[in-house]
């Protein structure tokens, strides 16, 4: 079983960047899709980024389209989420999520598809 840990959040005015990155231990990363969910005060948790296993797609919610960037180095067992030109909207808790993939090139950006989530880092962006 993968356990996740995800840092680097914290507070960043409009306009500022930000990079998450999200470790996994416990086993092999291999086989793996991975993703990026965010979770605002009062409203339901939501889709942000995912890649395949081997980080050769990527999809992204169309609100971070052209902001973000996930990516992932496998010899590290990480996970990243790079976060340019923030708004005071991508104020959220942000969580890791894990899965193993029935295919190379699958990927996944529903929440109950995954099975496996980390414990969230605070992202608050000031305007």
């Known amino acids: 079983q993968v356990q996740l840990v995800e840092s680097g959040g914290g507070l960043v005015q409009a306009g500022g960047s930000l990079r998450l990155s999200c470790a996994a231990t416990?086993?092999?990363?291999?086989?793996?899709?991975m993703s990026w969910f965010r979770q605002a005060p009062g409203k339901e948790r939501e889709f942000v980024a995912a890649?395949?296993?081997?980080?050769?797609?990527?999809y992204y919610a169309d609100s971070v389209k052209g902001r973000f960037t996930i990516s992932r180095d496998i010899a590290k067992n990480t996970v990243y989420l790079q976060m340019n030109s923030l708004k005071p909207e991508d104020t959220a808790v942000y969580y890791c999520?894990?899965?193993?993939?029935?295919?190379?090139?699958?990927?996944?950006?529903?929440?109950?598809?995954?099975?496996?989530w980390g414990q969230g880092t605070q992202v608050t962006v000031s305007s």
């Open positions: 416990g086993r092999t990363f291999s086989g793996y899709a």
């Open positions: 999520a894990a899965r193993l993939g029935n295919y190379p090139g699958s990927i996944y950006s529903r929440d109950d598809d995954y099975d496996t």
């Open positions: 890649i395949t296993w081997s980080g050769g797609i990527t």
